[in-house]
């Protein structure tokens, strides 16, 4: 059976080419095929494709199985300039949309569509517990979350099975905000950002992908489901925990006003902003953890 990846040379996209290529014939859809075929190397057939239109790779699509898009300009990479801001909304909008109406156009359409959002929908919420179920907030993420999301809304109409994964911060040493957070404490310069008091939702990248597969080939699960740790943690806890994997004291802090010097808009809402999200109908769904503890799974990353 087929699987068609977009956003497939991405940190999680490269990785669940590695695993699903075991069991199905990857197909990954690529702006750049060369620098793609670099970074996912025999796990995938590349195909090339720009990211805002049906293409070539329609075709490709008829029969398939699922259809999993991942696609989108990096949020973290860079500060938040007018420019950086319509690449992160524009590159998620137009994708989404060629994909449904690529859907639109095929006579065998696939099984499952897969959509990547965030739990930036929700915005900054406090000390709420966030559910599926929660409603959308404020700020451009959750602008742009949304704006993905209600592309979807005409595939179940179609009889194609959506699932729409609003992932927390993906962990991993190799890729992701981690080794970013990481390199203060190899320094002993490591400490919490703000308060230390926002809610850090958290997934390892090894559950993400085990979650994804697990969505993709149930087919009773549709919708929305959050996609993070059972057990988020304060910000001032998970860099306890991260300085305690490192062997590395976190006994200093950042102000906000310093991140929002160097960061702009983004240090509000990726760093001193939380969600205390839990993946309510994931473990309903009877999905299991591989990693629940941010101290086992930090331990197990640098380990």
């Not at 010097?261 to 953890?289: H, T, Y």
Request: proline share 4%; net charge positive; glycine share 10%.
């Amino acid at each position: 059976m087929k699987v068609l990846i977009a956003g497939a040379s991405g940190f999680i996209g490269k990785a669940l080419c590695r695993e699903l290529c075991r069991d199905y014939e990857v197909i990954a859809l690529s702006r750049d095929v060369r620098r793609a075929a670099a970074i996912i190397g025999e796990y995938a057939k590349i195909i090339e494709w720009d990211g805002r239109t049906t293409g070539t790779w329609v075709k490709y699509a008829d029969g398939a199985y699922a259809i999993i898009n991942l696609a989108g300009e990096s949020i973290a990479s860079g500060k938040w300039i007018h420019s950086k801001k319509a690449a992160i909304l524009h590159s998620r909008l137009d994708s989404t949309r060629a994909i449904a109406s690529g859907i639109k156009q095929l006579i065998n359409k696939p099984s499952v569509v897969i959509q990547a959002s965030a739990i930036g929908y929700y915005g900054n919420c406090g000390e709420e517990e966030l559910t599926e179920k929660s409603p959308s907030g404020k700020g451009f993420l959750s602008e742009v979350c949304q704006g993905v999301e209600l592309c979807t809304e005409p595939l179940p109409g179609l009889g194609v099975r959506l699932v729409v994964i609003r992932s927390g911060v993906v962990l991993d040493k190799d890729g992701g905000a981690l080794p970013r957070l990481a390199k203060p404490f190899k320094y002993f310069l490591g400490g919490y950002p703000g308060s230390g008091k926002q809610w850090f939702s958290w997934i390892t990248l090894e559950d993400e992908i085990a979650a994804i597969k697990f969505l993709m080939e149930n087919e009773k699960q549709q919708g929305v489901f959050n996609l993070s740790s059972s057990e988020p943690v304060m910000m001032k806890l998970f860099c306890r925990k991260l300085g305690s994997a490192l062997k590395s004291p976190s006994w200093t802090f950042v102000p906000g006003f310093v991140l929002r010097m160097f960061l702009g808009e983004m240090a509000d809402e990726m760093i001193l902003s939380g969600q205390k999200v839990i993946p309510e109908k994931l473990l309903a769904a009877g999905f299991k953890f591989k990693y629940p503890k941010v101290s086992d799974a930090l331990k197990t990353i640098f380990s």
